[in-house]
């Protein structure tokens, strides 16, 4: 009896730990289920994100593309029937035009619906827009287009609701995002049309004038006198212009002018200021640098004009080069002259050594504030082989 009883225990024993393993396993099988529900949450978030990165990238680089404000608008009401998922759904544009509120443009809906809607609305939009709020008006969603702590509304994304299939948390975050990028645009927009009013850009090329270059010149001088910092200026003159005004004639030279200022807009740095100074001259102002940042950048210029390949009106296509003198803030040089000078000085040596090189002031600081003489062998200069245009 003793021996059986011996012998039961174990099997009873084995049934017992039987249940135990199985109880585990079943509780494993619900915590795997659970994990892939919220990878499945999580996937389907992340994928609605995506979604939401891509819209706002493919909006953001086409407002990047333009500084028309009706264009602009036109850009807005396509990315907001994309935003909605609802290309039908009536929407319009309105901007602050002074003291006034004025339609820039309108989708699915006729302009006198949309003009009506406006002036019915006219005190609770000026309020909105005053306030920065977004809210509903009229059967209509209003959206507004950021600003500035002055103006904390350009205007407005407005969207219908009444009559039509209730608008997402997602769909409504989209035209949040979208009336942000619509903002710096018009910002933008907005400056251009400022500096154009005010005379400082020049009419061909869109770079800023020799007024405002002069101008700022002198602001930029004074902040680097009282900060301390660093400040150089830049002098650029197409090599053999007038050959191609001559030979093309002078649209065609138009035609190189704007592909030339493009290129150096394009390949200086943000803060940059590219001017055209005269004729087939340029001037960048270029803070917080000297002696070899300054000189990179002429190259990073020298470098993307000189890889153009224009084809002209007459159908000939032609390849331009750039010489360039660089001055910048010494102990000697520190007044917009002194800097316009050295600067223009070191671009007659560049022309005279050979053309398409850059050349700056001398690295010893005995011969700081000194331009480079054409007949020193101490010069620094920055050579590119030689083309021709």
Request: proline share 3%.
């Amino acid at each position: 009896m003793a021996a059986l009883k011996f012998i039961a225990q174990p099997f009873g024993k084995k049934e017992v730990m039987t249940k135990k393993r199985s109880a585990p396993s079943e509780l494993d099988e619900l915590d795997l289920r659970a994990r892939i529900a919220a990878l499945e949450t999580t996937n389907a978030h992340l994928a609605t994100k995506v979604a939401e990165l891509s819209f706002l990238s493919t909006a953001a680089e086409r407002l990047c593309a333009t500084l028309d404000r009706d264009e602009i608008a036109r850009i807005v009401l396509d990315c907001t029937a994309v935003a909605v998922e609802q290309r039908q759904r009536p929407r319009f544009v309105i901007v602050r035009a002074g003291n006034a509120i004025a339609l820039a443009g309108v989708a699915s809906l006729g302009e006198p619906e949309a003009a009506e809607a406006i002036r019915t609305h006219a005190a609770d939009i000026e309020r909105l827009l005053r306030a920065g709020d977004a809210a509903s008006l009229g059967g209509y969603l209003l959206i507004p287009i950021p600003g500035d702590r002055q103006e904390p509304a350009l205007g407005a994304v407005v969207v219908a609701v009444d009559g039509h299939p209730p608008l997402s948390r997602d769909a409504i975050r989209r035209l949040v995002k979208l009336s942000a990028l619509a903002g710096r645009g018009l910002t933008n927009a907005r400056m251009l049309a400022h500096s154009i009013a005010a005379g400082v850009t020049d009419e061909l090329t869109g770079a800023f004038n020799r007024r405002y270059f002069e101008r700022r010149l002198a602001d930029e001088l004074k902040r680097a006198r009282r900060l301390g910092d660093k400040l150089s200026v830049l002098l650029f003159d197409l090599d053999r212009f007038k050959s191609i005004n001559d030979i093309h004639g002078h649209p065609s030279g138009d035609r190189v002018l704007c592909a030339v200022a493009d290129a150096i807009s394009a390949a200086v740095r943000d803060i940059d200021v590219v001017t055209r100074w005269g004729g087939e001259e340029f001037a960048v102002i270029a803070p917080g640098s000297d002696g070899e940042d300054a000189v990179n950048i002429a190259e990073r210029v020298r470098h993307a004009v000189g890889e153009l390949s224009l084809q002209l009106l007459d159908g000939e296509k032609i390849g331009v080069t750039v010489s360039c003198g660089i001055a910048w803030v010494t102990a000697d040089i520190h007044t917009p002259a002194q800097c316009v000078a050295a600067a223009d000085r070191c671009l007659l040596e560049a022309k005279a050594a050979g053309r398409d090189r850059v050349v700056a002031l001398r690295d010893a600081p005995a011969h700081q504030g000194r331009a480079v003489d054409a007949n020193e062998r101490n010069s620094r200069e920055h050579r590119g082989a030689a083309r021709r245009s």
